[in-house]
């Protein structure tokens, strides 16, 4: 069967039920001010798990047919007539929220709020995929200096150093509720940012090695101690300084809540679900600061990223599983196991696969 230049191989959600597919789609057309990026590597992420699980939010938020993933690392190889400062051979990755430019957010320069961002691989086709058009104004340039595959994961990274650097941390007490990758890089941007105590809380022991691994002083197996024993143990007397909150769990907000010092302050970065409940009482009379993140500041957050880590920042024990992306299916059994930091997918070989009829 002959090869169909117009096509190209991408991991689509394809059906109104659990899994995605590997199917051919039409490359994408590049606009006057877009870039065209071919995808080198790219990274599971939960929302892509979520989508490939369909649960409730995908059922409301995902069209079928939709191409998936938005955690990625290219190079440029078509710009449209209107893109200045890109060219044909860059290394690039880039910003997944896509911003209307126009709202008053977006003129004030704060685009991480911008009240009609649409998602790479949410919202419209995403990363994993051969190519993947976006606007110039969300490409970031990167480094060779920097692995490819930290690149790769830019986009949750940002989601941790949005939330680690929202409150200054130097000679803090920081918890984190939550040892998924963003909570296990948290711990590495707090502690590297001169946090006295890091503790991490989960009910995951594989999660906890990963987060102590990255820099966590210590860490709380809530299924076999208690936070308020461990703070005992450590020397803490008026509760922690910030709090992160990454896990989304009504009961980790609840004991964060509890176990802040007056005044202290909370990062909410994991979704509550529609029901929870939050002690306001406690929030009030104790003066506790709660503040929502999303996503990354623009471009802040990616300026921050690169610096840390050309200081010394070590965030690649984060990654703990490499496929051919081919083997996709695979990637998505590592995340749901339970048993992953982040998985890096290539895509070196994916025109290997058979091509069937088009």
């Known amino acids: 069967m002959a090869y169909n230049d117009s096509k190209m191989w991408a991991i689509v959600k394809d059906r109104d039920d659990v899994g995605v597919t590997m199917k051919r789609v039409e490359i994408p057309n ?164 001169g946090a006295r105590h890091v503790v991490v809380t989960d009910f995951n022991d594989y999660r906890l090695n990963l987060a102590k691994e990255l820099g966590a002083t210590r860490t709380v197996n809530l299924n076999e101690e208690k936070l308020e024993d461990v703070m005992k143990q450590i020397g803490m007397k008026e509760g922690f300084d910030v709090g992160m909150e990454m896990s989304g769990s009504q009961a980790a907000l609840n004991q964060m809540i509890h176990n802040m010092k007056h005044g202290g302050k909370i990062c909410l970065l994991g979704l509550q679900n529609d029901h929870t409940t939050v002690d306001l009482e406690t929030v009030i009379f104790n003066g506790i600061h709660l503040k929502g993140i999303y996503g990354r500041k623009v471009w802040d957050t990616w300026y921050k990223m690169t610096t840390m880590i050309e200081a010394g920042l070590d965030i690649s024990k984060i990654i703990t599983h490499r496929i051919d992306v081919r083997d996709y299916e695979k990637g998505f059994e590592a995340m749901l196991s339970g048993r992953s930091g982040k998985v890096i997918m290539d895509w070196a070989h994916i025109n290997e696969l058979e091509v069937k009829d088009e």
């Not at 590049?30 to 080198?40: L, S």
């Not at 941790?160 to 918890?175: I, N, P």
Request: aromatic share 10%.
């Open 30 to 193: 590049v606009g006057y001010n877009d870039v065209k990026i071919k995808i080198r590597k790219t990274a599971i992420c939960g929302t892509d798990v979520h989508i490939y699980q369909w649960n409730d939010w995908a059922k409301k938020t995902i069209p079928i047919g939709l191409t998936i993933g938005h955690e990625y690392v290219g190079e440029v190889v078509e710009t449209g007539p209107g893109v200045e400062g890109f060219k044909p051979g860059d290394f690039v990755s880039g910003e997944g929220h896509i911003t209307c430019g126009k709202c008053r957010n977006c003129l004030e320069g704060h685009k991480e709020n911008c009240k009609n961002a649409k998602g790479v691989g949410v919202n419209r086709n995403g990363a994993f995929a051969e190519y993947l058009v976006i606007p110039s104004s969300n490409v970031w340039p990167c480094k060779k200096s920097i692995p490819e595959e930290l690149y790769a994961i830019f986009d949750p990274y940002g989601n941790a150093t949005h939330t680690a650097l929202s409150y200054d941390v130097l000679g803090e007490d920081v918890m984190i509720a939550g040892a998924g990758p963003i909570g296990c890089m948290a711990a590495a941007i707090a502690k590297f940012s």
